[in-house]
């Protein structure tokens, strides 16, 4: 997919390096953000202290469904989070995880999805810091805020990134690519996150009486009844075993991933029974994927008349007891097998979809088989210590105190998330990619101090031009064979680092030298000037001479061009040198080389403008 690779290396230790120098730089930020609020709330205390406590609102105490989901989903969003610490994360995201979710996609989807992967692979370091920081912050915020405004905008914040992560990382979840099966995460893992967030955003209202808890528990019952019929329907693969099998197939890109070894021996050994009675296990998970759905939604009461629902009571706890239990197990079970535990395998960024469906699972069974009972009841009450045995209980209502070591802390994560936040906007408003990208692949520039061998040849247009002549304005000279057949990217670069100069581009000079030992007549160089569209770039000079003055100046700037068959490209010195206006080479660039992407040509295109407006100021 186009954009969706850095053409850089996962392991590449430039990119790793500033990776982990941004989390630093960022780590320090954050300390300095929460000692700041720390020290804020030491001294109001110190400034209230022994003040008569002002009158607050009471408020009641958190619903333990509720509390279930904002910590469970805190917890997951905190350990996400972690694992977007690792290394490989900034090169690898778009090429290992993003792409591949969306290869098997409509074109449309892997359009979206590639407007979102040119952000990261244009910023990866950028792109991967933030990841950590949004999602630790999400998940401190919802672990601090208990209630109130501060949890339910912890809430939206996780099903707004959330959105994010599922439309441009996980390609919709995958919903519209062929093989979409509940045992291997669908409608994506995300998506679970999304709902949490949702939920958790709900008024305090939404939690009363049992409906929620029954609506959230029909609701997955009816979805997985959906699946496991998609899962039993014929033609999709997943009823036959052998190699050719959806479902073998799918347990066995698992246990190709890098991981330990005992669960390497564990997934390869599902994958081979698989193989063998694929009928069998296909039939086992449709079978008990349905009888799970079917039980969630008997023990959600449904179907119920109105007067059932508006009378909110419990739901059918002997039959949940028994279902969310076997639907938990369940869940674990295709975790362990299937899933291969989501996180240890590959570049893995989160446990995949069971553990939040376990979450959401008991979150439903706690609100609809809860005995609390709403009571809108907001009274004022001095700001008080004491508990009383109402404490735990829906109608039990606590005094809110002026400012708390929690919300200090959710004051201070949702910091932490815009330490994330702030960058990524920034770095995706930029068209242009990272400079670091050209460094990881070629080096740095560079830096001599020497001066320029000079040159008589022609350009383009005939036109006689000597290094002599170049004075009073910074050279970007390279060398380029007129008929490259393959990836020949500098050209494109050069003309791009032109644009960006803006203002300055007319005090700098593009030029290039013919080198191919057959192609380098006038007509071979206004050819790749058209074809490049640098015939409308007024500093773009392409030169040209005879062969003993093309292989001289080639000598002089140690420069090898090889002598290729017809219609072959030359192989020739990757190289881009830096000339101030007095003649003097300032800087030496490896050029980009291989084949370029989209990223690493305007990565390129990036270090030689800042390399001429380095000239610039030196001269």
Not at 126 to 147: E, F, K, N, P, T
Not at 323 to 351: E, F, S
């Amino acid at each position: 997919m186009p954009g969706m690779t850095s053409g850089v290396h996962t392991n590449d230790p430039v990119l790793q390096a500033a990776f982990w120098s941004a989390l630093l730089r960022q780590v320090g930020i954050i300390a300095v953000l929460f000692l700041a609020l720390l020290l804020a709330y030491g001294l109001l205390r110190r400034r209230f202290a022994g003040a008569p406590a002002p009158a607050t609102a009471a408020m009641a105490a958190e619903p333990r469904a509720r509390r279930i989901l904002r910590v469970s989903f805190g917890i997951l969003w905190v350990v996400d989070g972690i694992l977007q610490v690792q290394p490989q994360m900034a090169a690898g995201l778009p090429s290992q995880v993003v792409q591949p979710a969306a290869s098997a996609s409509p074109g449309w989807v892997q359009a979206v999805v590639n407007a979102g992967g040119t952000i990261w692979s244009f910023h990866p370091v950028q792109a991967a810091a933030a990841a950590v920081w949004i999602q630790l912050g999400i998940g401190l915020w919802m672990l601090a805020s208990r209630d109130g405004w501060s949890s339910r905008l912890a809430g939206l914040s996780g099903a707004a990134w959330g959105l994010i992560v599922w439309v441009f990382g996980e390609a919709f979840g995958g919903i519209f690519a062929p093989g979409l099966s509940w045992l291997s995460g669908a409608p994506g893992a995300v998506t679970l996150y999304i709902v949490a967030g949702v939920l958790l955003a709900l008024p305090a209202r939404a939690w009363a009486g049992h409906t929620l808890g029954r609506l959230l528990l029909a609701g997955t019952g009816a979805f997985w009844l959906g699946l496991a019929l998609l899962q039993a329907w014929p033609g999709r693969g997943y009823w036959q075993g052998g190699g050719d099998g959806t479902l073998t197939s799918m347990i066995e890109d698992m246990a190709g991933l890098a991981q330990p070894a005992p669960q390497a021996r564990m997934i390869n050994g599902v994958a081979a029974f698989t193989s063998a009675h694929g009928f069998e296990v296909n039939l086992a998970a449709v079978a008990t994927l349905a009888l799970a759905g079917l039980g969630l939604i008997a023990g959600a009461g449904w179907p119920a008349g109105p007067a059932r629902l508006r009378a909110a009571l419990p739901a059918r706890p002997r039959v949940l007891r028994i279902v969310i239990p076997a639907a938990t197990a369940l869940c674990l079970i295709v975790w362990v097998l299937i899933q291969d535990l989501g996180v240890p395998g590959g570049l893995g960024t989160d446990p995949n979809s069971m553990v939040p469906w376990v979450v959401l699972l008991w979150t439903g069974y706690r609100a609809a088989t809860s005995q609390q009972v709403f009571s809108p009841e907001r009274s004022v009450a001095p700001v008080s210590s004491a508990r009383g045995p109402l404490a735990s209980g829906w109608t039990a209502t606590r005094a809110r105190p002026l400012a708390s070591t929690h919300s200090v802390a959710a004051i201070g994560a949702l910091g932490m998330a815009l330490v994330g936040v702030v960058p990524l906007a920034a770095a995706s408003l930029s068209p242009h990619a990272d400079p670091l990208i050209a460094r990881s692949i070629a080096g740095a520039p560079h830096a001599v101090n020497r001066p320029a061998p000079d040159f008589q040849l022609v350009s383009q247009s005939g036109q006689p031009v000597s290094l002599a002549s170049l004075r009073g304005a910074v050279t970007l000279l390279t060398f380029l064979d007129p008929r490259c057949t393959d990836d020949c990217p500098v050209a494109t670069e050069l003309k791009e680092a032109s644009a960006l100069l803006g203002s300055s581009a007319p005090q700098v000079r593009l030029v290039a030298i013919a080198a191919s030992q057959r192609h380098f007549g006038t007509a071979d160089i206004q050819a790749l000037t058209r074809a490049e569209g640098l015939d409308a770039v007024p500093n773009w000079l392409f030169l040209t001479g005879s062969a003993a003055q093309l292989q001289a100046t080639w000598g002089k700037y140690g420069i090898f061009v090889s002598h290729m068959a017809p219609g072959a490209s030359s192989v020739m010195s990757d190289m881009v040198f830096v000339i101030d206006k007095d003649g003097q080479i300032r800087l030496e660039i490896r050029d980009n080389p291989g084949p370029g992407t989209i990223s690493t040509r305007s990565s390129f295109a990036m270090l030689l403008s800042d390399a001429a407006r380095q000239a610039l100021n030196l001269s």
